[in-house]
Structure formats: C-alpha cells, structure tokens
C-alpha cells in the first residue's frame, strides 16, 4: 500500500516521547505492525500541540504516545481520542514480554490486516464497550473468516482495578504472543 493510501485511511497515530531510546523505537514499531492501518511517526522536537495539529490535518482521531515506564523492558502507553478530549484517556497501559520480529525470520514477521478482541466472561459490558470504542477501526467481527496475518487480543484476567492480556497471532505455527499488557482503571 502506498504512504498516501495510508496516510487517508490511518485512523491512529503512534508517536513516542522526546528523545526515545532504541528500545521504545522498537515497541512503536510492533505497535504500528500490529494495529492496521496505523500511522508511525518519529516524535523529533513536536510537541503535543503540533502533534495534535498533524493528527487534525489528516483526519487521524486516535494517537497513542509509548513512553518508558519504571520498570525496565515496560513500556507506558498514553492513549487519546483527539475527537472527545484533548486529554489523555484515563487508563495506566503497562505492555511487557515483547517478542520481536527477527530480520529474515518469516515465522516472527507481523502483516496485521485484522484485530480480533476475546474477552473472559467476568469482564463488565461497560469495559468492553470502552475498549471496542477505542479499537473500533481494527475489530473484526467475530463472524468473518479469521486470517492468518490476524491479530488477537485476549482479555485473560480481570479485576476491579486491573485487566490483564496478551496480544497473540492467529496463526497456530506461531503461538509466542507478540507481547502483554496490563491496563489499570
């Protein structure tokens, strides 16, 4: 797909902090594989109001900020939806268990045309809601036939406070989960 064609159809926009490490380099992009249809683009000197005006000329609604977290290999996601608030999203993000795609190793290789989200049954319908909101331009139904190249989400344990998950490939050749993630309410 051409940049322009992206460019049209991106409804999200992943950026990093200022002066990211290699390491969160690395994060946002398995971000922008596994999410489709998503814009990556290196932060540099733009601040957030620069970065919301580069989101508005586009039409780009969602932008996601990976930033490093305390803990070492744990990256902080800062979530908007640029349409309600300019404010951030009022969740903690915590991605952890990163595995990368190695350079020339097709089992490892992410090309994300679908999401596909799997919630435990304790998980409220308010919640799902939320998250279906956010995630509204990747999501599959569960009714369509499933890809390969298909992502999943799955939603494994959830607490008042917490819910926890990993990301995993469709494909059953590839059962390393692409990375985990726990997002505190």
Request: with cysteine; hydrophobic share 35%.
């Amino acid at each position: 797909m051409a940049d322009n064609e992206r460019e049209a159809i991106s409804p999200l926009l992943i950026t990093t902090s200022h002066n990211p490490s290699h390491f969160i380099r690395r994060v946002s992009k398995l971000l922008s594989f596994s999410l489709p249809f998503s814009k990556r683009i290196n932060r540099g000197s733009l601040n957030f109001k620069e970065i919301r005006n580069y989101c508005w000329n586009l039409g780009i609604i969602r932008l996601i900020i990976v930033q490093s977290s305390k803990k070492t290999d744990s990256i902080s996601l800062s979530c908007f939806n640029l349409i309600e608030s300019p404010q951030p999203i009022d969740v903690k993000v915590d991605l952890t268990n990163f595995n990368f795609p190695r350079k020339g190793d097709m089992n490892t290789r992410i090309e994300n045309k679908n999401l596909l989200v799997e919630y435990t049954p304790d998980v409220p319908e308010l919640l799902r809601e939320a998250v279906h909101k956010f995630l509204e331009p990747f999501i599959i139904p569960k009714s369509e036939k499933l890809l390969k190249s298909t992502l999943k989400i799955q939603f494994m344990t959830y607490s008042e406070t917490k819910l926890q998950g990993v990301l995993v490939r469709n494909d059953p050749e590839k059962l390393n989960p692409v990375l985990s993630f726990e997002i505190q309410l």
